[in-house]
T-cell receptor, first 110, second 114 residues
């Protein structure tokens, strides 16, 4: 079955700096790759997603890149702000199951 | 308001006492699923359902049951809870009959089994 690995497990950045979170997946049949943000005590919420026919997608300060050959995808947050502090999860889906990475705790220091 | 509602939000129970966590969505979504969240392990899928009367195992189904008798409801049943099922549980729904669309999560149920 699918296995998703996520790095780093924790990430501290200074406000205004960029943050990058990387994920790798194992199943070449996976074709949908969402990213979820979970604030403390809250439910996960989708922030951006990408499908296998696209190499990059951007939404304001957030971008995701996908390399299907290498089976990895990354989340890029630019100009980080304190409200970006949260746990971020990557995930991969081939249609039936959604498999999540272990999560990255992002701390933005002001 | 479009939402996924889980009940209860918090539950403390004893080993072996059957319990049900309810999940209901008002968005007419076909796909529903249950996850458990444990520190360092992320969200792991327990069961999912692609439509009414269609359910299948996720990655950690042992000790759990589900049913999907109607589109809006997807209860999670623990027939004989054990301490290793202490966790934070999330129900989610998604449009379409697969997991390739945005998942909308409920507010979570924190379960403690003593």
């Amino acid at each position: 079955g699918e296995n998703v690995e996520q790095h780093p497990s924790t990430l501290s950045v200074q406000e205004g700096d960029s943050a990058v979170i990387k994920c790798t997946y194992s199943d070449s049949a996976s074709n949908y790759f969402p990213w979820y943000k979970q604030e403390l005590g809250k439910r996960p919420q989708l922030i951006i997603d990408i499908r296998s026919n696209v190499g990059e997608k951007k939404d304001q300060r957030i971008a995701v890149t996908l390399n299907k050959t290498a089976k990895h995808f990354s989340l890029h947050i630019t100009e980080t702000q304190p409200e970006d502090s949260a746990v971020y999860f990557c995930a991969a889906s081939g249609g039936n199951k959604l498999v999540f990475g272990a999560g990255t705790i992002l701390r933005v220091k002001s | 308001e479009a939402q996924v509602t889980q009940n209860p939000r918090y539950l403390i129970t004893v080993t072996g006492k059957k319990l049900t966590v309810t999940c209901s969505q008002n968005m007419n979504h076909e796909y529903m699923s249950w996850y458990r969240q444990d520190p360092g392990l992320g969200l792991r899928q327990i069961y999912y359902s692609m439509n009414v009367e269609v359910t299948d195992k996720g990655d950690v189904p042992e000790g759990y049951k589900v049913s999907r008798k109607e589109k809006r409801n997807f209860p999670l049943i623990l027939e004989s809870p054990s301490p290793n099922q202490t966790s934070l549980y999330f129900c989610a729904s998604a449009p379409g009959t697969n997991s390739n669309t945005e998942a909308f999560f409920g507010q979570g149920t924190r379960l403690t089994v003593v």
